[in-house]
């Protein structure tokens, strides 16, 4: 056991730096309205980063952040550590990780234990993975007990997170399988919903969130199949000896057959051009999340390159803290199959609280009065879903919880080359499928109309298309057999010139669409201000661009915006967003692609890879707090 460094809280403090106050006051190119400039007041050590690699190296890859403004914690997606960062950002000091038994932070000895009634899950090729829960089920005749060949069994805990797969650097990382990926946050603080690598939602009990006691992990929700990372080398993964030492498995489970000889290893191969189509592949990283914080209904994206869809799942249960959203089978893996339905066809032992699935799958029509679209145009040519690889794909479709049980799933909407939202049902000539070839973005849900909108960075053919899809829930239509037809795409907003990634509301029915760039297209910078309902675009900003994430922050009525792609170097863009006018661009560093904005200070937290801007934190990485002046 390690001793965790990391939290000793009094040593930690010693190295947060202030950077001095020293914005520039009347700035002729500073941009904002009041004369003054914005400046890194604050550089955050990430515990446990440094440059020789021991243990973890420099806080180089990191993903999305959240701020918790009741709590005053900032959450942190960090790769290299395999945990979540926790940021206090009253005292500027990381105050506790959050992460699994692998986690290089913390060397795993504060791991998230899970809920000892969570199965674990499998990959698209059966096998089991330790980027879920690892529990011993056994009691129970018949049911599984975590093992994975070299000494893996069953130990109680969160597996944690894979972490940035191949390579810390933006430009040769292999983004799709990496994780912690995207985060949510519950408006009381107490619920963190955390995407994973493994194609699945971790969702952690914050009410005991302090070094001594790591919250606990209540749900690993499983949108669609995990990539094989660990592979079987010299056995099944599921097999009689090792997983069910009361017996063989319940009639119908099906134990792995294939070995898998490569690992994750052939699935990144195959991200060289192949667009991830190794079956171990199976449907990559779930991601970029938005939560309806009255029906508490999820949204999340597995969203890279090839067959993008989202998936709406019911956390009430587990916000509720009366259900863990298990499997159909509860001591079975999530995933394995379970059985065929009277066709032949595999039922999975999916997850009970999943509403629907969408699919950018270039379908030919998108019928929204049926549970399952493969009907009329789609009938014997689109699957829904439809996988995107060899192994199976998502947790929807005809009798996905067992023969007559069917789970909501539709296509993305339809569309002309041109972005124009057609007739869905009845396109017409020139119209065709959406697709999502440079991945689905960021979501927000929009409270005035019950809504989720989802940026599509390139919707058609035409890679100059990009759109924001509003998608109704459908939560109490019951034009199906007396239930919901589930969720559907009922309008899509073309964003002209803009790669759209990320989307957040501000004042009112106003809502901030980030543009970036993507597949050798570079489009001068251009963010729009849109209405929710209509897709209005009420104001075009273009003093800022090549934008991933944005934030809108209450307390100063501002949009902030986490500029990366900025043709002049990255930048924090900021927005005022009563008047909807540009007021600074503030220097970041490489790949600063995340903010988030705690509104009792203002104060702007941007995670930033090793450079001068962390001063002297400059080897290290650090979390940098920036201010107006």
Same mark, same amino acid.
Request: charge should be negative; glycine fraction near 12%; aromatic fraction near 6%.
């Given at each position: 056991?390690?001793p965790r460094?990391?939290?000793?809280?009094?040593?930690?403090a010693?190295?947060?730096i202030?950077?001095?106050?020293? /914005?520039v006051?009347?700035?002729?190119?500073c941009?904002?309205t009041? %004369?003054?400039?914005?400046?890194?007041i604050?550089?955050?050590?990430?515990?446990?980063?440094?440059?020789?690699g021991?243990?973890?190296?420099?806080?180089n890859?990191?993903?999305i952040?959240?701020?918790?403004?009741?709590?005053?914690?900032?959450?942190?997606?960090?790769?290299?550590?395999?945990?979540v960062?926790v940021?206090?950002?009253?005292?500027?000091?990381?105050?506790?990780?959050?992460?699994?038994?692998?986690s290089?932070s &913390?060397?795993?000895d504060?791991a998230?234990?899970?809920?000892?009634?969570?199965?674990?899950?499998?990959?698209?090729? /059966?096998?089991l993975?330790?980027?879920g829960?690892?529990?011993?089920?056994?009691?129970?005749? /018949?049911g599984?007990? *975590?093992?994975?060949?070299?000494?893996?069994?069953?130990?109680?805990?969160?597996g944690?997170f894979?972490?940035?797969?191949?390579?810390?650097?933006?430009?040769?990382?292999?983004n799709?399988?990496?994780?912690?990926?995207?985060?949510?946050?519950?408006?009381?603080?107490?619920?963190?919903?955390?995407?994973?690598?493994?194609?699945?939602v971790?969702?952690?009990?914050?009410?005991?969130?302090?070094?001594?006691?790591?919250p606990?992990?209540?749900?690993?929700v499983?949108? &669609?199949?995990?990539?094989?990372?660990?592979g079987?080398?010299s056995?099944?993964?599921?097999?009689?000896?090792?997983?069910?030492?009361n017996g063989a498995?319940?009639?119908?489970?099906?134990?792995a057959?294939?070995?898998?000889t490569? +690992?994750?290893?052939g699935?990144i191969?195959s991200?060289?051009?192949?667009?991830?189509?190794?079956?171990t592949?199976?449907d990559?990283?779930a991601?970029?999340m938005?939560?309806?914080e009255?029906d508490?209904?999820?949204?999340?994206?597995?969203?890279?390159?090839?067959l993008? *869809?989202?998936? @709406?799942?019911d956390?009430s249960?587990v916000v509720g803290r009366?259900?863990?959203?298990?499997?159909?089978?509860t001591?079975?893996?999530?995933?394995?199959?379970i059985g065929?339905?009277?066709?032949?066809?595999?039922?999975?032992n999916f997850p009970?609280?999943?509403?629907?699935?969408?699919?950018?799958?270039?379908a030919a029509?998108?019928?929204?009065?049926?549970?399952?679209?493969?009907v009329?145009?789609?009938a014997?040519?689109?699957v829904?879903?439809?996988?995107s690889t060899?192994?199976?794909s +998502?947790?929807?479709?005809h009798?996905?919880? %067992?023969?007559?049980?069917d789970?909501p799933?539709?296509?993305?909407p339809?569309?002309?080359?041109?972005?124009? *939202?057609?007739?869905?049902?009845?396109?017409?000539?020139?119209?065709?499928?959406?697709t999502? *070839?440079? +991945?689905?973005g960021g979501?927000a849900?929009n409270p005035?109309?019950?809504?989720?909108?989802?940026t599509n960075?390139?919707?058609?053919?035409?890679?100059?298309?990009?759109?924001?899809?509003e998608?109704?829930?459908?939560?109490?239509?019951?034009?199906?057999?007396?239930?919901?037809?589930?969720?559907?795409?009922?309008?899509?907003?073309?964003m002209?010139?803009?790669?759209?990634?990320?989307?957040?509301?501000?004042p009112?029915n106003?809502?901030?669409?980030?543009?970036?760039?993507?597949?050798?297209?570079?489009f001068?910078?251009?963010?729009?201000?849109?209405?929710?309902t209509?897709?209005?675009?009420?104001a075009?900003i273009t003093n800022v661009g &090549?934008?991933d994430e944005?934030?809108?922050?209450?307390g100063?009525?501002?949009y902030?915006?986490?500029?990366?792609?900025?043709p002049?170097g990255?930048?924090m863009?900021?927005?005022d967003?009563k008047s909807?006018?540009w @007021?600074a661009?503030?220097t970041?560093?490489?790949?600063?692609?995340?903010?988030a904005?705690?509104?009792?200070?203002?104060h702007?937290?941007?995670?930033?890879?090793?450079?001068?801007n962390?001063?002297?934190?400059?080897?290290? /990485?650090?979390?940098?707090?920036?201010a107006?002046q």
């Amino acid at each position: 056991m390690r001793p965790r460094i990391l939290l000793t809280i009094p040593l930690t403090a010693l190295f947060v730096i202030l950077s001095g106050c020293g /914005g520039v006051k009347n700035c002729p190119v500073c941009g904002t309205t009041t %004369g003054d400039g914005y400046t890194n007041i604050v550089v955050i050590p990430v515990p446990e980063h440094n440059p020789t690699g021991e243990p973890g190296g420099p806080f180089n890859s990191f993903d999305i952040g959240v701020m918790d403004p009741v709590n005053h914690k900032f959450y942190v997606s960090d790769r290299v550590g395999l945990v979540v960062a926790v940021i206090d950002t009253n005292t500027y000091i990381s105050s506790d990780i959050i992460g699994g038994a692998n986690s290089v932070s &913390g060397g795993g000895d504060y791991a998230s234990t899970c809920d000892p009634t969570i199965p674990p899950i499998v990959s698209g090729l /059966g096998n089991l993975t330790r980027y879920g829960c690892r529990p011993d089920l056994s009691t129970t005749p /018949g049911g599984v007990r *975590f093992h994975l060949p070299g000494g893996f069994g069953p130990n109680g805990l969160f597996g944690g997170f894979p972490g940035a797969q191949c390579c810390a650097a933006r430009a040769n990382g292999v983004n799709p399988l990496s994780a912690p990926d995207g985060e949510a946050i519950t408006a009381d603080g107490m619920t963190l919903f955390v995407a994973n690598g493994s194609s699945n939602v971790v969702v952690f009990d914050l009410s005991t969130n302090t070094p001594s006691a790591p919250p606990k992990t209540i749900a690993t929700v499983p949108t &669609g199949f995990s990539a094989d990372y660990d592979g079987c080398y010299s056995q099944p993964c599921l097999d009689t000896a090792n997983n069910y030492p009361n017996g063989a498995p319940p009639a119908g489970v099906v134990t792995a057959g294939t070995l898998n000889t490569t +690992g994750i290893a052939g699935c990144i191969e195959s991200a060289n051009g192949r667009a991830f189509s190794d079956p171990t592949c199976a449907d990559l990283r779930a991601d970029e999340m938005a939560y309806d914080e009255k029906d508490h209904v999820l949204l999340v994206a597995n969203g890279d390159p090839g067959l993008a *869809f989202v998936t @709406l799942i019911d956390m009430s249960g587990v916000v509720g803290r009366t259900s863990h959203c298990l499997p159909v089978l509860t001591d079975q893996p999530y995933m394995i199959q379970i059985g065929t339905d009277s066709a032949g066809n595999p039922i999975y032992n999916f997850p009970t609280c999943i509403l629907g699935q969408i699919y950018y799958d270039t379908a030919a029509a998108n019928n929204t009065n049926v549970k399952v679209d493969d009907v009329l145009l789609n009938a014997g040519v689109v699957v829904c879903p439809d996988p995107s690889t060899a192994s199976p794909s +998502g947790a929807s479709g005809h009798n996905a919880r %067992g023969v007559g049980v069917d789970v909501p799933c539709h296509h993305g909407p339809m569309l002309t080359t041109a972005g124009a *939202f057609c007739d869905q049902a009845n396109p017409a000539a020139g119209c065709v499928g959406a697709t999502a *070839f440079a +991945g689905i973005g960021g979501s927000a849900f929009n409270p005035n109309t019950g809504h989720f909108l989802v940026t599509n960075s390139n919707a058609t053919g035409d890679p100059r298309v990009g759109t924001v899809d509003e998608i109704d829930p459908k939560l109490t239509d019951t034009t199906c057999g007396g239930s919901s037809c589930g969720p559907v795409v009922v309008n899509s907003f073309l964003m002209p010139k803009c790669m759209p990634t990320s989307i957040v509301q501000g004042p009112g029915n106003n809502f901030l669409v980030g543009c970036g760039d993507h597949d050798g297209i570079t489009f001068a910078p251009n963010e729009y201000i849109i209405d929710g309902t209509s897709g209005n675009i009420l104001a075009t900003i273009t003093n800022v661009g &090549g934008v991933d994430e944005v934030w809108y922050n209450s307390g100063d009525s501002r949009y902030y915006l986490a500029a990366r792609d900025m043709p002049a170097g990255p930048v924090m863009g900021v927005i005022d967003a009563k008047s909807n006018q540009w @007021l600074a661009n503030v220097t970041t560093g490489a790949n600063s692609h995340s903010i988030a904005v705690d509104p009792s200070t203002n104060h702007a937290f941007v995670p930033l890879q090793a450079g001068p801007n962390c001063t002297t934190q400059s080897a290290n /990485g650090c979390i940098g707090v920036f201010a107006q002046q």
